[in-house]
């Protein structure tokens, strides 16, 4: 896209693979020496995570581990997005400026929940202990902010109200109905990445494979957009698990997690791939159901468990599972998803 319009000679599929390869390594090498330079300074502060106390005890030594991490990949993350849509807008004229509207308002979303994430972790840190806002104080906030996306999507006419049944040619118009299913949908998916975020190298390594999954079918589609914000996500996360895998030198914390799921919205519904995107990333909310079922099975059977302690990697570790295991299984799992939602797309 850029490099055509830069009179680089080469395919529309080809031009933007180049960028997103650029984008990536951009975000990556900036994000991978901020966080080498932010990890010590956390250190010092003492910005360390507190382990829950009913969490597996083997967590224990976790503690103090550095946490906001997110904080060191956003900010490279955002630059680069910032530059490239500079470019852009220099390069094609103001008159194609609304083709940036729906990525903007995808980082925007991003950037809302990583405000929620902040804020909760800035109270962690503040009473030194692990709960920060309320679980209704997040949600509120989570739903205030995706109707607000919803709102602009639609004021900007880039929010589609018609279901794609897959695999058939069969459509569902929503209509009005839309809009609260959407709103529920992307507060629902920004939490399940949250929940995800649990042992070393998870939540980077899955959201890893997701980015790669809409970069490539961004270059099957000839989505310049697309392959801008999915290469810049996949370069922040690969970066961060540098320092994230186990056993980890740092913690996103919930500013990192709230963003990457407010991205990963953004994109499924900039490239109207809602329902691929919630497939390829259904680990995360297998991660968020099983914390919900444990709780309403709790409840209703006066103190039995469903699993032996949720969300669902918590349950895998007390059955014996390493966390390197734990990561590589859910990653793979996450890649055959990546596969069927592929198909989804292109069929």
């Given at each position: ?148 996306y919803v709102a602009m999507m639609a004021i900007t006419g880039n929010l589609s109200t018609d279901l794609v049944i897959p695999f058939t040619e069969i459509t569902i118009k929503l209509g009005w109905l839309a ?169």
């Amino acid at each position: 896209m850029l490099l055509r319009l830069f009179g680089v000679e080469m395919s529309e599929q080809a031009a933007i693979a180049a960028e997103a390869l650029i984008i990536a390594l951009a975000v990556f090498g900036i994000s991978a020496l901020v966080l080498y330079f932010l990890i010590p300074v956390l250190r010092a502060k003492k910005i360390g995570q507190t382990i829950y106390e009913l969490g597996p005890a083997w967590h224990g030594n976790k503690q103090g581990t550095p946490t906001m991490g997110g904080i060191g990949f956003i900010p490279p993350f955002l630059l680069v997005l910032a530059a490239f849509s500079v470019i852009y807008l220099i390069k094609a004229g103001a008159a194609q400026s609304k083709a940036l509207i729906p990525m903007a308002l995808a980082l925007l979303l991003g950037v809302c929940n990583a405000a929620i994430g902040f804020i909760d972790d800035y109270c962690k840190l503040l009473k030194k202990q692990n709960q920060g806002l309320t679980a209704w104080q997040k949600l509120l906030l989570q739903l205030v902010f995706a109707g607000a996306y919803v709102a602009m999507m639609a004021i900007t006419g880039n929010l589609s109200t018609d279901l794609v049944i897959p695999f058939t040619e069969i459509t569902i118009k929503l209509g009005w109905l839309a809009y609260p299913v959407y709103i529920i949908i992307i507060a629902g998916f920004v939490n399940a990445t949250n929940l995800t975020d649990g042992i070393d190298g998870l939540a980077g390594s899955i959201t890893a494979v997701v980015s790669l999954f809409l970069a490539v079918m961004a270059v099957i589609g000839g989505d310049g957009m697309l392959g801008a914000i999915s290469a810049a996500l996949l370069g922040a996360v690969c970066a961060f698990l540098i320092y994230n895998h186990h056993p980890a030198r740092v913690f996103m914390g919930d500013t990192g997690s709230l963003f990457i799921g407010g991205v990963l919205m953004g994109c499924a519904f900039m490239a109207h791939m809602e329902v691929a995107v919630i497939v390829a990333g259904f680990v995360y909310i297998v991660e968020m159901l099983s914390s919900l079922f444990q709780i309403l099975y709790f409840k209703l059977t006066h103190g039995k468990r469903l699993f032996k302690m949720a969300p669902l990697h918590h349950h895998f570790e007390k059955c014996g599972w390493s966390e390197k295991k734990i990561v590589a299984v859910f990653s793979a799992v996450t890649a055959m998803l990546c596969v069927i939602a592929s198909l989804i797309v292109i069929f």
